[in-house]
């Protein structure tokens, strides 16, 4: 139906005149991403499927679900390829095991895009991706900064051993040292796995491990910095006294923002998927093609186009503040 | 019944006994660790053993002890619920959708206060948990691959609710129910699961259900024999286990104030670890509550012991490991169900 639907758009185009596509079909893109469970690979889907070119019926994007399993997804890019997909994008569950999807699209000739998290290979066409060190290193700032450089941390991890957590953590680790030494004691660091539920717990036993010591709390995701200011509210204390972080501007995290409780780190959702999008298409439909998503003219200076050829595009993150945090909120619809 | 009569006898008594020594060793444990800090002057005070730390430990296993309250039925009645982790992330989204001040995320999302929303999320609990024992009882499937086909339907329907969106913005009412505290000490949620805990405890030793339930898990066909109505024993006891995940996904919910698509991922093994912690046997018709509560309690005891030590995550699961392993070596009444 979609495609019928996209044809009848695209076709009436041509009636129109208003093309100069060569390619009389959409551009079929296979996006794999490695789950949906979270808000943010929600939003990464919202926003491809809002591209301009998927609108206008010039690209036709399929989201395939990973179920957060890396075998899934080979299977899945082994499927897009067999399928004859025109383009693919991933965005990888590990940064090892994965490899194989690009391997299985270069054996193709299938043009091949990683966004979000990142793959241990150069063999990609092109990566679209936030610097996880540089979003630890925004949140880490945002934390000491309110503390003025002095006092007793705890950090919150993703799942041990994953890149967010080692790249995020190695990025709150630079801020950490750029204080005076000795200035910031870390005081506990350990994972609750991107949840909230855990990072609710494991700040509650940590108050009760420390009492009145803890004075900032980074979580390297916003869901367990939302945890974290839970078990600060069900402890009893006031969660302004505490300089809070978290990256990915989650629509919640985006709330707390906006009551003055925490700083987030946004990662551009929108960014990732709709820059991954015009660059696979540059790749299939050629030197014709005309980037169409605003975002290379929101980020003109921080990211340029050049032309769908730079191997690593570094989308930038955005630190939300009270000033800017209506504006993303509205974005949201809310 | 069987159950009743054997009560009595030693062995049994000294498994209840040797799981309260357990739990009292291992606060013993924590409490000298903790001391030796305070001694060794990194503490000012033993951050353990307090009231409040206490209460705590309630509060964080209050969504683990409700659901293990109803496996406790399930395995003593001879099946197992794979279930419950998805039924309470279900139930929880379908509960925050009528408590959630952030319109649109599903086409009937409102705030109605706490009342609907907590009905509906029993409601959703129980049918889940009715639609598990008719499929068990009517077509004879085991309970594991029948809750298997649950825990993965339930998880569907969970971000079919909101097209795998979270649901925030949760009204003060509901809340209430994960993050008040009654006369200003006692949190809500271990109030809830105290409620809970007793009611269940009242139902499996006090009446015939109870004990029917120990006979369809001891021995189905002559619990049948003997007149017992077994299929509709077996339908209310996933019945009892998915209204359970129901005030779990409530408390969980209210107490993270975001119903999330994948809350509750694997608490169905945390829930079976507490039963069997506690002395039930996975071949059915033996187990106690009291037994599943201090389950409960240690494993409890044992996240807050090492997270307030400073152990690392990976020591805490191997820990967690072998304790249910050795809890089950240790029971002296193992014999008698082997």
Not at chain 2, 64 to 82: P, Q, R
Not at chain 2, 161 to 178: H, Q
Not at chain 2, 275 to 291: E, H, K, M, Q, W
Request: net charge neutral; aromatic share 8%.
């Amino acid at each position: 139906m979609k495609k019928l639907i996209a044809s009848l758009m695209l076709s009436s185009l041509m009636v129109a005149g208003a093309t100069t596509m060569a390619n009389a079909a959409p551009v079929r893109i296979a996006f794999l991403m490695y789950g949906n469970k979270a808000e943010f690979v929600q939003l990464m889907e919202r926003y491809a499927k809002e591209h301009p070119a998927v609108k206008q019926g010039l690209a036709e994007v399929t989201l395939f679900d990973g179920r957060y399993d890396a075998a899934v997804q080979n299977d899945q890019g082994q499927m897009a390829v067999n399928s004859k997909y025109d383009a693919i994008i991933i965005n990888p569950m590990d940064f090892e095991a994965n490899i194989d999807v690009v391997t299985v699209a270069n054996e193709a000739g299938i043009p091949i895009v990683v966004t979000n998290a990142r793959l241990n290979t150069q063999d990609m066409l092109s990566e679209v991706v936030s610097d996880d060190v540089e979003g630890g290193y925004l949140e880490a700032k945002a934390v000491l900064e309110k503390l003025g450089c002095k006092g007793n941390v705890v950090i919150i991890e993703g799942p041990k051993g994953g890149s967010g957590e080692i790249e995020r953590g190695r990025g709150n680790e630079r801020a950490i040292s750029e204080c005076p030494e000795g200035a910031v004691k870390v005081l506990e660091r350990k994972t609750a796995n991107w949840s909230r539920a855990e990072a609710l717990d494991l700040m509650q036993n940590w108050l009760t491990a420390h009492p009145k010591e803890i004075d900032g709390v980074i979580g390297q995701n916003d869901e367990m910095a939302l945890g974290a200011i839970e078990a600060i509210k069900s402890a009893g204390y006031d969660v302004k006294d505490f300089a809070i972080a978290g990256i990915d501007g989650v629509t919640d995290a985006l709330r707390a923002v906006k009551a003055g409780e925490m700083t987030s780190i946004l990662q551009d959702a929108r960014g990732q998927a709709q820059g991954s999008i015009d660059v696979a298409m540059k790749a299939v439909v050629g030197d014709d093609y005309k980037p169409m998503s605003d975002i290379w003219e929101q980020y003109k200076g921080k990211m340029e186009w050049n032309d769908g050829k730079t191997k690593r595009y570094d989308v930038p993150w955005t630190i939300v503040t009270p000033e800017n945090v209506d504006a993303l909120l509205k974005d949201r619809g809310y | 019944m069987q159950t009743g009569s054997r009560a009595g006898t030693n062995p049994l008594a000294m498994r209840e006994y040797g799981i309260v020594f357990a739990f009292i060793g291992l606060c013993i444990l924590v409490g000298a660790l903790c001391q030796l800090k305070v001694v060794q002057g990194t503490w000012p005070q033993n951050a353990f053993l307090t009231v409040n730390n206490l209460l705590l430990i309630l509060h964080q296993i209050s969504v683990n002890g409700v659901l293990a309250v109803g496996m406790t039925f399930v395995i003593i009645s001879g099946g197992i619920d794979l279930s419950v982790g998805s039924l309470l992330a279900f139930s929880g989204m379908m509960a925050a959708s009528f408590a959630t001040r952030s319109p649109g995320v599903t086409a009937w999302a409102g705030n109605y206060g706490a009342f609907i929303p907590i009905v509906v999320a029993l409601a959703v609990g129980s049918a889940s948990g009715a639609l598990n024992g008719w499929i068990i009882s009517r077509f004879k499937i085991q309970a594991f691959i029948a809750t298997l086909g649950m825990l993965m339907a339930g998880r569907g329907f969970t971000m079919a609710v909101t097209n795998g969106n979270p649901i925030s913005a949760l009204g003060p009412e509901f809340r209430w129910f994960g993050t008040g505290k009654l006369f200003d000490a006692i949190p809500i949620p271990a109030v809830i699961l105290g409620i809970v805990f007793l009611l269940a405890w009242i139902i499996l030793n006090k009446t015939v259900f109870g004990r029917y339930v120990y006979a369809v898990g001891g021995n189905e066909k002559s619990a049948r024999t003997s007149g017992i109505n077994t299929k509709a024993i077996l339908i209310w006891v996933y019945v009892l286990s998915g209204f359970l995940a129901g005030v779990a996904g409530v408390i969980l919910t209210a107490k993270t104030g975001s119903a999330q698509t994948a809350a509750g991922t694997s608490y169905e093994l945390d829930a079976i670890a507490a039963v069997v912690i506690g002395g039930a046997s996975l071949s059915g018709g033996i187990g106690r509550l009291t037994g599943t509560f201090f389950g409960a309690l240690i494993i409890g005891v044992m996240n807050n012991g090492l997270d307030i030590l400073g152990v690392q995550s990976f020591y805490q699961l191997i820990i967690k490991g072998s304790l249910i392993v050795f809890a089950v070596i240790l029971d002296p009444s193992r014999k008698l169900t082997a």
